[in-house]
Every structure is written in C-alpha cells, then in structure tokens.
C-alpha cells in the first residue's frame, strides 16, 4: 500500500492562522517536506510536533521529488509545506505531486491560509473575477510586456512582489495601464500588516517617502476594459506589438488573444493576404 501525500497549507505570518486537521496531519505523518527546515521548525515548535523533515526546494526539486516518490510507494505518508500559505502556489511542489499522480498515489489537499485570497478580500476591488501571475519579470522591459498583455483583462490582476522591486513596478503599472485604482497589501496578518489604496502613483509617492520598504508585498490592480472591436488588418496589428517588443510569436499569441480567435486561424489569415 502507498502511503498518502498532503498538500498542507501553513500560517503567511501569524502562527495562530493554521487549522486543527493540518495540525493533525502535521502530527500524523511520518515526513514532512519542507522549504526552509529552519521556517518549519518554528511552526512545529509552536504546536509542539516533532517529526522527522526534509527540505524540498527549487534548488533540489528534480532529485528530491524522485525520492519522495519513492518513499511514498513505499508506504511513507508525507506532508508537502511552504515557508508561508499553499504548497504550489508559487512555491515549488508540482514535480512531486507529479510524481505522485503518475504512481497513483493519493494527493490530499489540507487548505488554508493564502495570501492573494486575503489580499483581494480586503483589497476593495472588484472580486467577481480574478487574474493571478505570481512574480512579474524581474526587468522593466519584460514587466512592462507582461502588464501590456494583460491590459484588456476584465479581471482584477493579482501578483506578489519584492520590497525592492515595488516603487519600479508601480511606475510601470502607470505607465502601462494609467490610473487604474491598486492596492499594495503588505506584510499580510503580521504586526506590521497594511493596505494602501490610491492610483499607482499616489501609491508610489507614499512608499517612496519612507527610508526603506521592507516584508511580503501582495500588489493588486483593478480591472481593465474590453478593447472595442478592432478593425485593424491582422497582419498590421502583429507588426505593432512587434515594434512594442514582441517576437512574431508573442504578437501572434496576443493578436488571437484580442479578437477571441485561435492561434492557427490568425496564422490561417496572415498567410492568406500574403497570397493575395
């Protein structure tokens, strides 16, 4: 008999956010799996759990995944955490839940605390419909594509983002997108927990007062409007996102992407007006 993977959801800051089935399957497991042993240690120590762990991270995932696996055909029940919130959500766990469903191990999610969740609840903004995208592009150029792609979603869009990386993410969201309402939700059930509200500049102008910007930043940005229909020749809408940056591939992903046709029939139609 195989042995059951959990996916356990963990506090995103305080140690009293976790349920009493994950602090049970905690206790009950024979092996967690964990990012940092060290983050972990503090939690278990918390609820008073002693129990084997190894670490489980993008930097030992392939290998640690095929080992996994391994003890779970063998019978081994394992608990998958993250420093903070959902396994996999950007945290790293899809190659051993991978694993696991290729060898029909049972994968049991154990939910929780998650921080976009908590972000958009109390963000404000418009909540029927959501876009999450992890990490923007760590370089301006790539951010600002990414953000050109998604200006026509009607959707809130929610991404997480590094302190130092904030005030330059806000100038492209404004660039990009203009005065879209934002909220930037940092340091997320912990002491120091805040929400600022306001357009992308008026947001940055506040951060960019204070001497440093430290913690977990959640940064949301309101919805955007459906384009009107778009009367420009396919083949000259793919050669202007091009000159936005794009390769031809992109543009015709986000060309198909607008007028609600597929990759194929936009190509279809591109090589039909070479002919003609």
């Known amino acids: 008999m195989t042995g059951n993977l959990y996916l356990v959801a963990t506090p995103i800051g305080n140690l009293e ?19 940092d042993t060290r983050q972990t240690r503090k939690l278990l120590d918390r609820y008073e759990i002693s129990k084997p762990m190894v670490s489980y991270h993008e930097h030992n995932e392939a290998a640690r995944a095929e080992e996994l696996g391994a003890k779970l055909m063998a019978g081994t029940n394992v608990a998958l955490v993250s420093d903070a919130g959902m396994p996999l959500v950007s945290d790293p766990g899809y190659r051993l839940v991978a694993t696991a469903i290729r060898n029909g191990i049972p994968v049991i999610p154990v939910p929780g605390p998650v921080a976009l969740v ?46 130092h990386r904030i005030l330059e993410t806000l100038s492209n969201v404004e660039q990009v997108l203009g005065a879209r309402n934002v909220v930037v939700a940092r340091e997320l059930t912990k002491l120091h927990e805040e929400f600022l509200r306001g357009t992308a500049a008026e947001v940055r102008t506040v951060l960019a007062s204070r001497p440093a910007i430290k913690g977990e930043i959640t940064l949301l940005i309101g919805k955007g409007e459906a384009p009107a229909d778009d009367m420009t020749p396919i083949e000259d809408a793919i050669q202007a996102c091009v000159r936005n940056g794009m390769s031809r591939m992109e543009a015709l992903k986000e060309v198909a992407r607008r007028r609600g046709l597929s990759k194929r029939e936009v190509y279809r139609r591109t090589q039909i007006r070479k002919q003609d």
Request: glycine residues 6%; hydrophobic residues 50%; charged residues 20%.
């Open 118 to 163: 908590a972000a958009l609840a109390a963000s404000g903004l418009a909540t029927d419909a959501f876009y999450f995208g992890g990490f923007l592009p760590a370089k301006s150029g790539q951010r600002m594509r990414a953000l050109e792609v998604l200006k026509h979603q009607t959707a809130t869009l929610v991404f997480h983002e590094a302190p």
């Open 17 to 35: 956010d976790i349920t009493y089935r994950a602090v049970r399957i905690l206790r009950e497991v024979d092996l967690i799996a964990c990012e």
